[in-house]
């Protein structure tokens, strides 16, 4: 899991009603206090998914189970945004504040307390990087509400900031129409809990068969038991891919060769040794004949296996080198 803090511009979110408290502050029931500030405090969740992500800007989307898609801005101060992809799954724990001063304030007093909070909500999960986005401003207490316990306070273009009281003492030394100072804080955490996109499949690898001119040409060597006609398992797949060259092309029809070095043991045999290669190259061919019917899906009326022993060779039997080019398998076109 991934864990970036972002600061999302106030104009994003909207405050609702919150709990007031005031900062330090401790009623004795013997003593009337003047108010020094109400706070009213939010915390919440927005869970979705990546939609799309825009460092340059700094403006991460999220869609929702609805489907909407919201907008946040990140603090230019915020790092993180290259850790965010697209189709991550993402839940923001968000925690806002709006204070509201009596007493006109030099500085907000609630900076440590944002912070203190956002890591109390964010339980055992590392915050990783934290900053805040702090609007300014007066607002105009428009009601009173003694009975509900609530003050509503009026900001700039008509916002609305209802705080809940749950001390009564905290309605007094407020009127209607008073003008206060106000400062808002927000701060947003969001776990990315990483679900990437699945990975595209990788590339097929190349086919160890082609097609040129008359040939189907292998890129690789079919394999046998020593002095047996048994196709060794790795070839398997070269034969499968001569398979496939032959159903991407229904018309073609092989003949399928097996060839066979003259190696020093059976040249001095003279003609009985010639005569096994002969044999073994013609039953091989057959056996490779017989896989391509049988495992690759070809109807047997388009191959036939052939045997020439060491009859064509291609290169020179003397070195190990040549003979393992003569011991071969061929698949020619005969159509």
Avoid: C
């Amino acid at each position: 899991m991934k864990r970036v803090l972002f600061a999302v511009a106030v104009a994003a979110l909207g405050l609702t009603t919150g709990r007031a408290d005031a900062q330090g502050f401790t009623p004795d029931p013997k003593m009337d206090y003047k108010v020094l500030a109400f706070r009213a405090v939010e915390t919440g969740k927005i869970e979705g998914v990546v939609a799309s992500v825009d460092p340059a800007s700094r403006n991460l989307g999220i869609k929702g189970g609805s489907g909407k898609v919201r907008t946040l801005k990140a603090g230019k101060n915020i790092q993180g945004l290259e850790k965010i992809n697209v189709e991550d799954r993402i839940v923001a724990e968000y925690y806002k504040s709006a204070t509201f001063y009596v007493d006109k304030q030099d500085k907000a007093p609630i900076h440590p307390e944002a912070v203190s909070a956002f890591m109390a909500a964010s339980k055992s999960n590392e915050v990783v990087e934290a900053a805040e986005v702090v609007a300014q401003g007066t607002a105009t207490i428009s009601a009173i509400d003694k009975g509900a316990g609530t003050v509503t306070f009026t900001g700039p273009e008509g916002r609305s900031f209802p705080v809940k009281v749950e001390n009564p003492a905290l309605l007094g030394g407020v009127s209607v129409g008073q003008q206060l100072d106000y400062k808002v804080v927000d701060v947003v955490a969001f776990d990315v809990k990483v679900t990437p996109k699945p990975a595209p499949p990788p590339p097929p690898p190349p086919a160890k068969a082609k097609i040129e001119g008359k040939k189907i040409v292998i890129s690789d060597v079919v394999y046998f038991d020593t002095g047996k006609d048994t196709i060794k398992p790795v070839s398997y797949e070269v034969l499968n891919d001569v398979a496939s060259v032959m159903k991407a092309n229904p018309d073609v029809k092989v003949r399928v060769e097996g060839h066979a070095s003259k190696d020093p043991a059976s040249a001095k045999r003279g003609k009985a040794g010639a005569d096994f290669n002969l044999k073994l190259s013609d039953k091989r061919a057959k056996a490779v004949k017989a896989y391509l019917v049988e495992k690759g899906g070809i109807a047997a009326d388009r191959l036939e296996g052939v045997g020439f022993g060491w009859n064509q060779p291609i290169a020179p039997n003397d070195t190990k080198e040549g003979r393992a080019k003569n011991q071969r398998v061929d698949f020619v076109i005969t159509n």
